[in-house]
């Protein structure tokens, strides 16, 4: 054998090396890639495991949280339920005590008005007294005219009349009769009686009627009313009060009737009636005006009094404040009838001028204002 042919190729076993190389590069790769796959698979499972351990976690704390938060609110609605229970009884509370006030406001009302009537009582009682007792005096004297005429008819019957021929004596009696009793004056006369004991007695009627309604405790029912027949009413019942203090002028105008507590808007006209009155020395005049303006109407009461300096105007409503001497009133008057006129929505407006008198003027409105409550 030759040299050559006993010697390795170097050619050729560079390219068995190289594909050796290649093989074992491309068996090494396929066991990376394994190992690789392994390891990912691997990994996978464990962030899942990680993900549920935690997503476990934040689903418990979450638990936590709602049930704390559901505790949280079972407390809050507790506590709402208690407060909603002692707002309705707080409500009813005040319920009761603005009934209350409305009741002691209706004493006060019913008391003021009738401390006022008592210091009318003797005049009304005068005002009473007089045409009791001249329908009294009429009464006799009509009788005593009833009497003459009956005697009179008695002689007309015992005989015919006019009498015949021969019947001197009793035509001459009968003549004798008629002038002793002048029965020309005695028919005109009797009639006046007549007339003037009816209006007499109208007057008491009258008088006991507005009087009795007047002191009636205030009902609260609201009605539709023209303030014109209350004040005349009214003026009636104080007249024994007034007419010695002051002549009375009406300018009434035209006003529509309005909705009020036609008892409560008559104690306005008393107290102003009798402040006025009071405020006027010797003889003076009290002037009542009506009107309609600014969509309500106005009852203005104006005397010629002794006015008010500026700076007492802003008290005159306060309660208890008066000008009057000690024992001459309540202080009550004008602060009640202020009252009564906001609970109507309306008002009472006051000009005075020292030494020229005053005007106190009541607005209301033509209907009751909107319930106010809770």
């Given at each position: 054998?030759?040299?050559?042919?006993?010697?390795?190729?170097?050619?050729?076993?560079?390219?068995?090396?190289?594909?050796?190389?290649?093989?074992?590069?491309?068996?090494?790769?396929?066991?990376?890639?394994?190992?690789?796959?392994?390891?990912?698979?691997?990994?996978?499972?464990?962030?899942l495991f990680q993900t549920d351990v935690v997503l476990e976690s934040q689903v418990r704390e979450r638990t936590c949280e709602l049930q704390h938060a559901l505790t949280v609110n079972e407390k809050i609605t507790r506590a709402l339920a208690r407060a909603k229970e002692a707002l309705e009884q707080e409500h009813g509370e005040q319920r009761k005590l603005i009934r209350q006030l409305e009741?002691?406001?209706?004493?006060?009302?019913?008391?003021?008005?009738?401390?006022?009537?008592?210091?009318?009582?003797?005049?009304?009682?005068?005002?009473?007294?007089?045409?009791?007792?001249?329908?009294?005096?009429?009464?006799?004297?009509?009788?005593?005219?009833?009497?003459?005429l009956?005697?009179?008819?008695?002689?007309?019957e015992s005989r015919q009349w006019p009498p015949h021929e021969g019947d001197d004596d009793l035509a001459r009696n009968i003549r004798q009769f008629r002038e002793r009793i002048d029965l020309e004056f005695l028919r005109e006369d009797a009639i006046a009686l007549i007339a003037e004991s009816a209006k007499g007695a109208d007057r008491v009627k009258c008088i006991v009627q507005d009087l009795r309604e007047f002191s009636r405790p205030s009902e609260e029912s609201w009605q539709w009313v023209d303030l014109r027949t209350g004040l005349d009413s009214t003026l009636n019942v104080m007249w024994s009060e007034i007419k010695q203090k002051a002549d009375v002028v009406k300018e009434y105008g035209e006003i529509p009737r309005v909705e009020c507590l036609a008892a409560q808007v008559n104690q306005i006209f008393m107290n102003l009636?009798?402040?006025?009155?009071?405020?006027?020395?010797?003889?003076?005049?009290?002037?009542?005006?009506?009107?309609?303006?600014?969509?309500?109407?106005?009852?203005?009461?104006?005397?010629?009094?002794?006015?008010?300096?500026?700076?007492?105007?802003?008290?005159i409503f306060d309660p208890f404040f008066t000008t009057k001497p000690v024992g001459s009133g309540t202080g009550l008057g004008l602060s009640v009838s202020y009252g009564i006129a906001r609970k109507h929505g309306g008002r009472i407006d006051v000009e005075s001028e020292l030494g020229r008198g005053s005007t106190f003027t009541l607005w209301l409105p033509l209907a009751r204002p909107p319930a106010q409550g809770l």
């Open positions: 054998m030759s040299e050559n042919s006993e010697t390795p190729d170097p050619a050729e076993e560079i390219r068995r090396l190289g594909a050796e190389l290649a093989r074992q590069h491309k068996i090494n790769r396929a066991l990376m890639a394994r190992v690789e796959r392994e390891m990912n698979g691997q990994s996978t499972d464990f962030t009741d002691t406001h209706q004493q006060l009302l019913q008391s003021e008005k009738m401390a006022a009537i008592g210091q009318l009582a003797a005049g009304v009682a005068h005002e009473i007294n007089n045409p009791i007792g001249f329908v009294i005096s009429n009464l006799r004297t009509l009788s005593s005219y009833v009497a003459d009956l005697n009179l008819i008695d002689l007309h009636l009798l402040n006025a009155a009071q405020a006027i020395d010797g003889h003076g005049s009290i002037t009542l005006r009506t009107g309609q303006a600014d969509a309500g109407v106005f009852v203005a009461i104006t005397d010629s009094g002794q006015g008010m300096p500026p700076e007492m105007l802003d008290r």
